[in-house]
């Protein structure tokens, strides 16, 4: 009987331990999704920033704006579907396919956000759409899509973007910057990989045409 009832204690010890143990990470999880949503109802996530609204180097006079896909104007819109098409469908088709559709209706995601540069004449030449979401239990800033024109490309711009993607992480608490780029998309793998010294992602799917990538952000105290 005593051993019976040791055997019993163990067990209900081990029991009462998971049960703490879920509703810690519930508790946790619950906490992260509150900074995700947080950060999501900030319309103008660029408002804090206001010496990363222009960009002028090499040659560029660039002014920055922040959107979400509700008040981002229909013409900025379609700009960005059709640079984003142009950029990538060939990429696409070699590896998952291409559909106007689908990206189309990814850019108008509700969460989705918008950082436009302007040049001098009020025309759009640059993009990133971003969300901050809850991936596999992480808050994070996951950028969808980051495409520049031809004209500006190779100046800067597109590190200056993602730089601002991770000040955003570290102003509304996430814990890194995920991107999604494909095997065969060697100027993408180029720019984050080797220049911005990302990384393959604990979720990263083994045996896809695609990696995951991310670069975790150092919290202000």
């Not at 971003?130 to 597109?158: A, H, M, T, W």
Request: contains cysteine; hydrophobic residues 35%; aromatic residues 12%.
């Amino acid at each position: 009987m005593i051993v019976l009832k040791g055997e019993l204690w163990r067990k209900s010890a081990k029991a009462k331990d998971k049960k703490q143990k879920r509703k810690e990470e519930s508790e946790r999880t619950d906490r992260c999704w509150k900074l995700v949503d947080e950060a999501d109802r900030v319309e103008d996530v660029l408002k804090d920033f206001v010496s990363f609204k222009k960009f002028t180097r090499n040659g560029l006079n660039l002014d920055l704006e922040c959107f979400t896909s509700a008040n981002l104007d229909p013409d900025i819109l379609n700009w960005a579907f059709l640079l984003t098409k142009e950029n990538m469908q060939n990429q696409y088709e070699s590896n998952w396919g291409w559909n106007d559709k689908e990206k189309l209706k990814e850019l108008k995601e509700d969460r989705i956000k918008f950082l436009v540069a302007f040049d001098e004449n009020k025309k759009p030449v640059a993009f990133t759409s971003f969300r901050f979401d809850l991936d596999f239990g992480e808050p994070v800033v996951y950028c969808y899509e980051i495409q520049l024109i031809n004209s500006v490309q190779r100046k800067g711009l597109g590190k200056f973007l993602i730089q601002i993607l991770h000040l955003f992480a570290i102003r509304y608490q996430m814990h890194k910057v995920v991107a999604t780029v494909l095997h065969t998309n060697t100027a993408s793998r180029n720019f984050f990989i080797e220049k911005l010294k990302y990384t393959t992602d604990d979720t990263s799917p083994l045996d896809e045409c695609y990696e995951i990538i991310s670069k975790s952000v150092t919290q202000r105290n």
